[in-house]
């Protein structure tokens, strides 16, 4: 009884230890995803600190070269 219980403890650990998909082990899963995470985070902060408002200096600008030429009859 006592060594079924040790069993039944140790279990859980050696199954996660032992997990893999396609022939990567699990930690090697954890560490490819948080590669991912990172590189998806560092994707969306550079679009919405540097290309977003770079993007919408662009529009404001185009509009009012656009709103003064056609004030001035250039269009």
């Not at 650990?13 to 899963?29: A, F, Q």
């Not at 600008?61 to 004030?71: F, M, R, T």
Request: with cysteine; hydrophobic share 45%; charged share 25%.
């Amino acid at each position: 009884m006592e060594k079924t219980l040790e069993y039944a403890k140790a279990a859980p650990p050696v199954t996660i230890s032992t997990i893999s998909l396609m022939g990567i082990p699990l930690n090697e899963w954890v560490f490819i995803c948080t590669i991912i995470y990172t590189v998806l985070l560092t994707i969306f902060l550079l679009r919405d600190k540097l290309i977003n408002p770079w993007l919408e200096r662009r529009r404001k600008a185009h509009k009012s070269q656009g709103a003064s030429e056609v004030k001035h009859g250039n269009r």
